[in-house]
């Protein structure tokens, strides 16, 4: 476990070893989730991780309320 500081603007520095495993960049968006215990820093996907993601995806024919709803590909 690697300790960080807050600085007086609120910010902290991600330490190197978990840019490098989590494949963390400069300008990169992540997401701050706040838990009871405390705070967890999620990676956004980029558009290409998430390309394809509900391809083949089972979609229930009764959330279709006519033929026009229908999208066929």
Avoid: C, H, N, W
Avoid at 29 to 57: C, F, N, T, W
């Amino acid at each position: 476990m690697t300790t960080v500081t807050v600085s007086s603007k609120y910010q902290i520095v991600i330490p190197q070893e978990a840019r490098k495993k989590l494949g963390i960049k400069a300008g990169m968006r992540l997401q701050a989730i706040s838990e009871d215990y405390g705070l967890r820093l999620v990676k956004e996907p980029e558009i290409d991780e998430i390309a394809g993601l509900l391809k083949g995806m089972f979609v229930d024919d009764t959330a279709i309320r006519s033929e026009e709803d229908r999208v066929v590909s």
